[in-house]
Each structure stands twice: as structure tokens, then as C-alpha cells.
């Protein structure tokens, strides 16, 4: 069962930057960042395949948010620039093994960090 540990988050004044990091014990082939906002349901705002580097965004995130992967140490970053307060929030990594159906989706994850939470002040 692959583990997952995410790290990097903070508080932050609206218009700065954050990385977010998670550690894994491995790759499953699509990995995604989620994010969580009290009173809201979780969504999706990045997804990388693993294996090919097709990155997949939500319009409401394109240009602010970058997912990358390093193989050799196993992590997933979510970079995110211009920070908004609405883009406060827990997130979370999280990973699949099968590419059908929408990567949005959450309840096609199996595997789950414990999230990092992002706070952003105005």
C-alpha cells in the first residue's frame, strides 16, 4: 500500500507563494492534489500521470497552479503562485492505479495524505 505525507503548508499574505511537498512511498500512475475548505466539498486542482507527465488542471487554477514530480525521490510538489484568500484550504495528495473515468473524481483514490493546511490572509 503506497503512503503518503504531505508538508509545505503555512500562512501566507494574498499574492505570495507556496510548494507544497508529498513524500510517498510510491507511485500509483495518476497522483492529484485536492484541496478541502470547511463547509465545502473536496476538489480536485491538479493531476499528473505518472508514467507519460500529462498534467491535467481546473480553469480555476490554470497559470497559478504547477504540478511536478521528482522519480528519484519520490515526490509530488503543487507549486501555487498569486495566492487568493479563497484558495485557503486543506490539501491534500492523493493517488489512483487505474486512468479511467474523471480525475476529479475523489472517490477513485484509494490512497490519501493527511493534508497540509493553507491559509492565506488579505
Known amino acids: 500500500q503506497v503512503q503518503l505525507e504531505e508538508s509545505g503548508g503555512g500562512s501566507v499574505q494574498a499574492g505570495g507563494s507556496l510548494r507544497l511537498s508529498c513524500a510517498a512511498s510510491?507511485?500509483?500512475?495518476?497522483m492529484a492534489w485536492f484541496r478541502q475548505a470547511p463547509g465545502k466539498e473536496r476538489e480536485g486542482v491538479a493531476a499528473?500521470?505518472?508514467?507519460?507527465?500529462?498534467?491535467l488542471y481546473p480553469d480555476s487554477v490554470k497559470g497559478r497552479f504547477t504540478i511536478s514530480q521528482d522519480n528519484a525521490k519520490k515526490t509530488l510538489y503543487l507549486q501555487i503562485n498569486s495566492l487568493k484568500p479563497e484558495d485557503s484550504a486543506m490539501y491534500y495528495c492523493a493517488g489512483k492505479r487505474t486512468y479511467s473515468g474523471d480525475w476529479r473524481d475523489v472517490t477513485r483514490y484509494a490512497v490519501w495524505g493527511q493534508g497540509t493546511q493553507v491559509t492565506v490572509s488579505s
Open positions: 499528473v500521470y505518472t508514467g507519460s507527465g500529462l498534467t
Open positions: 510510491g507511485y500509483t500512475n495518476v
